[in-house]
């Protein structure tokens, strides 16, 4: 196991420099994210007249900002993403440590296969600063000794938010976990009013910025709204039971034959408005790799698109049942549970959809079964091999093929 493992982080190191060298800029990266970079500021920030070109809080371009004065290039922005990707590696790891120590790495190297956050490491693009910020919040949280470690989650936190809007679940993910442990199980009401209030002091720059903005985007950007659909639930459920499939079909046997019966009962419901497969974000669609796979396997297999979506659609069902049926987790993995939890309500209500957004969760997710996929080791090679294999290919693709990279955006 540790020669593969050493095998794919090799790999990846070095796809990721060929990708910060060699990937033509295009897309969001061209049009928007590194042009912010370069010109950020406070008036444009705040400015709802300004010409803020990304839907992102802006840290992340503040930071790239910085850097950029050293060195006004491209590279410079890209090879800062790739730090950050590293980083975040590194404190997924650490967080695995505490669960895990002997597959910590194991469990790692699945994670740093996840294609859109290894595709953020060397395109400037924003996803991994607020799953970094985020991760480093919560490991000082649960596992850094001191008296300070509330302070400083909470600041990583604020900083996660500043980097990404749907970070600020962290806060209600954390807020259901106090609730349970000093309300409901201590009593200790003074307890979870200061950390209530310290949830809100370090808010209050996002708040600010959001009151600014009218919203949790800049004005330019207010198409990134919320509304209920089906299409969108399916989306999300869709794309989780591919990037999992393996799993669920191997720990499905372990579900009560009465929950599978009422899922099967209560899954027609979803499958009244499947989500079509596009290649630009919009309503009633889904972009991305599993979209994408159900549209090849009916090319290919003849296998009608909508069939191969709705065994997803069942199987990302089985999934969050899966998750919620877990015996004997730890307060760090039940606070993810609830994290998973609001992060599929958030992007099954957003308008404008995507793969790469959903993959934002699979870090999380990770965290909640943990030991299990590497406990059975012909589950761990599957999953080694169809992560590897398509994150490998979906990014090679995108570098050495630019052209045709928006067919799997």
């Known amino acids: 196991m540790n020669k593969i493992i ?18 033509p800029t295009w897309g969001d990266e061209l049009n ?13 920030i705040i400015d709802a007249d300004s010409n803020y070109s990304s839907a992102y809080t802006p840290l992340p371009y503040i930071i790239g900002n910085l850097f950029y004065r050293i060195k006004a290039s ?54 991994n600063y607020g799953i970094l910020f985020a991760l480093t919040g919560i490991y000082v949280y649960f596992y850094l000794q001191g008296a300070k470690r509330l302070w400083l989650s909470h600041i990583c936190w604020m900083a996660a938010v500043l980097s990404m809007q749907w970070i600020l679940l962290v806060y209600v993910a954390f807020v259901i976990y106090e609730f349970e442990l000093f309300v409901l199980e201590r009593k200790d009401y003074k307890a979870f009013a200061k950390l209530f209030l310290l949830k809100i002091i370090s808010l209050l720059p996002a708040l600010y910025l959001f009151w600014c ?28 039971g591919f990037w999992f499939f393996l799993f669920i079909i191997t720990e499905i046997k372990k579900l009560k034959r009465k929950i599978v019966a009422w899922l099967i009962f209560l899954v027609p419901v979803l499958l009244l408005n499947l989500p079509k497969h596009a290649a630009k974000h919009g309503l009633f669609v889904i972009t991305g790799i599993a979209s994408a796979f159900c549209k090849k396997t ?16 069942l199987a990302g069902v089985l999934l969050l049942v899966m998750l919620w ?10 606070t993810m549970l609830y994290m998973v939890s609001g992060l599929f309500t958030a992007f099954a209500v957003s308008t404008l959809l995507g793969a790469s957004h959903i993959f934002i969760a699979m870090p999380f997710i990770l965290f909640i079964p943990a030991k299990k996929p590497v406990q059975n080791r012909k589950l761990f090679s599957g999953l080694v091999f169809q992560y590897f294999v398509m994150s490998i290919a979906y990014n090679g693709y995108i570098i050495f093929f ?8």
């Open 402 to 409: 630019r052209s045709h990279a928006m067919f799997f955006n």
């Open 325 to 334: 049926n877990n015996d004997g987790l730890d307060d760090f993995q039940r």
């Open 32 to 44: 928007f994210h590194a042009p912010l970079a370069q010109n950020i500021s406070w008036e444009k």
């Open 74 to 127: 491209l590279y410079t922005l890209r090879i800062v993403n790739g730090l950050v990707y590293i980083l975040t590696i590194i404190v997924v790891f650490k967080l695995f440590s505490q669960i895990d120590k002997t597959n910590a790495l194991a469990l790692t190297a699945l994670t740093s296969l996840n294609p859109y956050l290894f595709r953020a490491g060397y395109i400037y693009l924003m996803s």
């Open 298 to 313: 009916e090319q290919i297999l003849q296998i009608p698109y909508s069939v191969s979506t709705a065994v997803l659609v």
């Open 213 to 240: 903005w009218q919203g949790l985007t800049h004005p330019n950007f207010h198409s990134h709204t919320l509304a209920s659909s089906i299409a969108h639930v399916d989306a999300v459920l869709s794309v989780l």
């Open 6 to 23: 050493f095998f794919i982080f090799i790999s990846e190191l070095l796809l990721l420099t060929i990708g910060i060298i060699k990937t």
